[in-house]
Structure formats: structure tokens, C-alpha cells
């Protein structure tokens, strides 16, 4: 099963070019140009994880997000930003976003925190503690 994502940037170059990318990676993509879109496909479908940027005109990321959270609350968000705004992409982490990145990015540092969004967002379904899961702990030496 592909990771179904939401890509939310105002800049209609950054989204084809991270759909582009991301699609040859693995993931089911949907795109939106801002806020309000997003919030519509939000309520409309069950995305994973949302690759959101921080300044978009009319709802920004953070209102955004603090929406995302009220109508589907499991949804992992990562948070995309530029130097400038570092602090507002913290604020989202304090209001439940997964992480951010800030602009320009490692391409395999994004797909790093995407995939790990989708693995958290996956147990967490399960009721997993991905934080405690036994195979991942170190072996005791005999």
C-alpha cells in the first residue's frame, strides 16, 4: 500500500516538482494550493501524512494545521518553512505537528521524515508505541 500524502504549498512549481519526486519514491500524492483546499481534501479523504508550508497567503500553515488537527487529529503533518520563519515552524511542533524542514532541503532528508511520519502515523493506528516496540530495542547480550 502506497503512503497517501497531501502536498500544500502555494508555489504551483514546488508542488509539481515534490509530486514528481515523491511519486518515483513510493508515495500516492494530492496536491493543494492552500488552506482552504487543503482542509477540503482534509475532510473529503484520509491522507497519512501533510507536507504543509508555513507562508501561504490567506490561511497560513499554522491555521491550517490547527485545523488539520480538529478534523482528523492522527494526520501527521510536517511542517515547510524558510529561514525566516524557523520559529513559526516550532510553534507548529508545539501544536502537534511531526517535524519540519526548512527550505531549501535535503531530498532524502524529506523522504527520511515522510517516511517516519507514515510509520508513526501507522502504529499509532495500531496502538503501538513506535518508541517501545521490541524488535527495534538492542539485543542483551547472552
Given amino acids: 500500500m502506497k ?8 508555489e504551483k512549481i514546488m508542488l509539481k516538482y515534490l509530486s514528481r519526486f515523491l511519486i518515483k519514491r513510493g508515495f500516492d500524492i494530492t496536491t493543494a494550493m492552500n488552506g482552504e483546499d487543503a482542509l477540503k481534501k482534509i475532510k473529503n479523504q484520509d491522507f497519512i501524512t501533510v507536507l504543509l508550508d508555513v507562508l501561504m497567503p490567506g490561511m ?17 503533518v510536517i511542517m515547510l518553512t524558510g529561514h525566516a520563519s524557523v520559529q ?7 501544536l502537534g505537528a511531526f517535524d519540519y524542514l526548512i527550505k531549501p532541503f ?34 542483551k547480550p547472552a
Fill in 60 to 76: 497560513d500553515g499554522i491555521e491550517t494545521l490547527k485545523e488539520i488537527k480538529k478534523i482528523k487529529p492522527m494526520t501527521e
Fill in 106 to 139: 535535503d531530498r532524502d532528508e524529506l523522504v527520511a521524515k515522510l517516511r517516519m511520519a507514515c510509520e508513526k502515523r501507522l502504529f499509532n493506528e495500531k496502538g503501538i508505541d513506535a518508541v517501545n516496540i521490541p524488535e527495534m530495542m538492542p539485543e
Fill in 88 to 94: 513559526v515552524a516550532i510553534e507548529g511542533m508545539k
Fill in 3 to 10: 503512503n497517501k500524502l497531501l502536498l500544500v504549498d502555494d
